[in-house]
């Protein structure tokens, strides 16, 4: 076999999943020169939270994030993380700006585009598949990992081999909420290797504690690309740590090549980042970091758990928090079991503390529980509670085509919405993710332009093409 490649995550997720996304754009530039001198497959560095962190709390564009990463970057590969048909936010996007966010995001410095969609509905991912080979980057298709009646070994090779049809460069296992045991990862890859072509890329994290166990047995079991996080920013509801896989595969077959040295010498730098994360509040590493093992039960990633946590103590009602986590599995259940991910995973958990604290089953139905069972996020996995369907969404006709279908283009729209605030092409896509959120942005960043220009910004105005 190979050397095992190795995607570092802690660009993204590693500060997603253990500190609220936070990590600045100049936290980051210091270590890309070191960075780039490992040999990473590829390095987790956009997508996923990082865009609504950065215009929301961190007053950065994401796009200039982007461009200066890959300017200190040269030799690595960029990868982000898609959400298919919701692109960066929250709702499904019409296919003209989902083609012209992906022709974008390629223009100015990714490389992977990993796409996933939370029902694994592959045609929520398909126009951003389409438009990513368009731009000639590599199509990575994500499959949501869950258990459920209907997610079994059969299910995900099946959908595999839908993936490797639809076109794709590579295949990854999402283990969004580490529920992927180490031999049952070792039994599907196995099963994945003989049934496919594709690369097998495998993400997890650590929340049940069993992360590094799964991406060894991964690794034996011929998994190609796994995804690791540096030290200061791993385990726990993150990645396994970089240097430890790295250090148990030294010497062996897969051996990655990466230096230990120079890993250890990254972990020292980003360590100085995680104690200001953690002084700052954004990091707490006595929950971050602790072991739970009853997500296997109750299925809740770790983002999620935080949304529960605040929805509770928002209410004063913290005294349902187990009454919440049995709850959430049956709503799950109802609801046509979907994995639980950005998205659903809100989506259900809310209905869970809703259930619990009206005293009554579905007695409040938030609209994005109604969209779910109406079918416009796409086709429920499993046999939807028809009578609880039928109690949220009354006799509404439940949509069985591409929801995206049904959507008429929205870009010339967005454009003309925001046609004040216009600087440049990108500026268009983050309205559209974050349309309440941008504008307080926009205004931030001409304050601050209007300070460094001394009052030369009217000479060097610029307008929207018609």
Not at 18 to 43: F, H, I, N, W
Request: charged fraction near 25%.
């Amino acid at each position: 076999m190979s050397k095992i490649l190795i995607t570092d995550t802690i660009l993204r997720d590693g500060h997603q999943s253990q500190a609220a996304t936070r990590m600045r754009t100049d936290e980051m530039l210091p270590a890309c020169e070191r960075l780039d001198k490992v040999g990473y497959y590829s390095l987790e560095c956009w997508g996923g939270a990082t865009y609504d962190a950065c215009i929301r709390f961190l007053n950065e564009d994401p796009w200039e994030r982007l461009r200066q990463l890959k300017k200190a970057l040269p030799n690595t590969k960029l990868q982000m993380l898609l959400r298919g048909q919701n692109l960066l936010g929250y709702r499904p996007y019409s296919d003209d700006v989902v083609e012209f966010f992906v022709q974008k995001a390629c223009e100015n410095g990714i490389d992977i585009i990993r796409c996933f969609d939370a029902l694994n509905d592959l045609r929520n991912m398909q126009t951003a598949v389409k438009a990513t080979k368009k731009a000639g980057k590599l199509a990575e298709i994500a499959m949501s990992y869950t258990k459920s009646p209907v997610h079994d070994e059969d299910y995900f090779v099946r959908l595999a081999q839908e993936i490797e049809q639809m076109g794709a460069d590579i295949i990854c296992i999402k283990d969004m909420a580490n529920l992927l045991l180490p031999y049952d990862a070792y039994s599907l890859i196995k099963k994945l290797k003989q049934h496919t072509k594709l690369p097998i890329h495998i993400h997890t994290h650590n929340t049940t504690g069993t992360g590094a166990m799964v991406l060894l047995k991964s690794v034996e079991a011929g998994a190609d690309i796994i995804d690791t996080c540096l030290s200061p920013l791993a385990s726990g509801t993150s990645q396994p740590a970089t240097e430890s896989i790295v250090a148990a595969l030294a010497g062996q077959e897969r051996d990655s090549g990466l230096d230990l040295n120079l890993l250890a010498d990254l972990a020292s730098y980003f360590r100085t980042v995680a104690d200001r994360l953690t002084a700052d509040g954004f990091r707490d590493p006595g929950r971050v970091l602790a072991v739970d093992v009853k997500t296997l039960q109750y299925q809740v990633p770790g983002g999620m758990l935080s949304n529960l946590i605040g929805q509770l103590k928002a209410a004063n009602a913290m005294d349902k928090y187990y009454d919440v986590l049995a709850e959430v599995p049956r709503v799950r259940e109802d609801f046509g079991f979907p994995p639980l991910v950005t998205p659903t995973s809100q989506i259900v958990g809310t209905q869970a503390v809703m259930n619990v604290l009206y005293g009554e089953r579905y007695k409040m139905v938030p609209n994005e529980s109604k969209g779910l069972l109406r079918g416009e996020y796409g086709k429920l996995p499993g046999k939807v509670n028809e009578e609880v369907r039928r109690k949220c969404i009354g006799d509404a006709e439940v949509i069985t085509c591409r929801f995206a279908d049904t959507l008429p283009p929205e870009l010339e729209q967005l454009k003309s919405e925001m046609r004040q605030w216009y600087q440049k092409d990108e500026d268009v896509l983050t309205y559209a993710m974050f349309p309440k959120v941008a504008p307080k942005f926009f205004e931030y960043r001409q304050a601050q332009q209007m300070k460094i220009d001394s009052g030369m910004l009217n000479k060097a105005e610029k307008t929207m093409p018609v």
